[in-house]
């Protein structure tokens, strides 16, 4: 399978632990997003890698979320002190820098949950 | 609030049938809209994009129309499938260099056989 990967698919963590989720985009894409998306909502956009550089955050990014893409390839996104407000599906995408950059491709999503 | 939202929630069609999907957007500077098609338990699958320069794109089966007169995109189904039956939702893209794409609620198209 070439397309986005994500691991884990699913995460079920006590309020005030941390969780880290990976993602694998696309081989050739040079571009790589992590959305938030709840129930009966569509993604929000979180922050966007080119290479490994993050080009863009989003006011959703609070201080408790970090990521990370070290070598322009994966990428982690880490939550601190979860909260129960953060459970959700966390979506990750990718493009490539060419004609076709806009369009993006999402992976199957991690979904956490938090009690 | 969001730019982009949908005028119906959900929408059931016959199998056979064609299928119109509609959606409003507030940002008049958006330079690019995007369907996007999501099955339970999956990510959104890329459908089909339409550059604000144009006013009608067609795919396989499917047609989106951009009408920037009144910031209305519509999605259409043509012999609407079983395996049609999903959430879809579109996108828009700001330009100008940013890549964050802002998603709509979406509407659930369930299909009868």
């Known amino acids: 399978d070439t397309g986005v990967s994500q691991d884990p698919r699913h995460k079920i963590t006590k309020r005030g632990q941390n969780v880290t989720f990976r993602c694998d985009p696309i081989?050739?894409?040079?571009?790589l997003y992590w959305y938030r998306q709840t129930l009966g909502q569509g993604p929000e956009f979180l922050t966007y890698?080119?290479?490994?550089?993050?080009?863009?955050k989003s006011r959703l990014l609070s201080d408790r979320f970090s990521a990370e893409r070290p070598k322009g390839s994966f990428s982690t996104l880490e939550i601190q002190r979860t909260e129960q407000g953060d459970s959700a599906m966390y979506l990750c995408?990718?493009?490539?820098?060419?004609?076709?950059?806009?369009?993006?491709?999402f992976g199957p999503g991690t979904r956490l949950t938090v009690t | 609030g969001e730019s982009v939202g949908l005028h119906l929630p959900t929408l059931s069609v016959q199998e056979g049938d064609n299928s119109i999907i509609n959606c409003a957007y507030s940002?008049?500077?958006?330079?690019?809209f995007i369907w996007y098609k999501q099955e339970s338990g999956k990510g959104p699958q890329f459908i089909i994009d339409?550059?604000?320069?144009?006013d009608k794109r067609q795919g396989q089966r499917v047609t989106v129309l951009l009408n920037k007169t009144v910031k209305h995109l519509s999605l259409q189904i043509a012999a609407t499938q079983p395996g049609d039956s999903a959430v879809y939702f579109c996108?828009?893209?700001?330009?100008?260099?940013?890549?964050?794409?802002?998603f709509g609620k979406g509407t659930k198209l369930s299909v009868i056989p």
């Open positions: 996108a828009e893209d700001p330009g100008a260099g940013s890549y964050q794409l802002t």
């Open positions: 081989s050739e894409h040079n571009r």
């Open positions: 890698f080119q290479n490994e550089a993050q080009l863009e």
């Open positions: 995408a990718s493009s490539s820098s060419g004609p076709t950059s806009y369009e993006q491709y």
């Open positions: 940002n008049s500077a958006s330079d690019y």
């Open positions: 339409i550059r604000s320069n144009m």
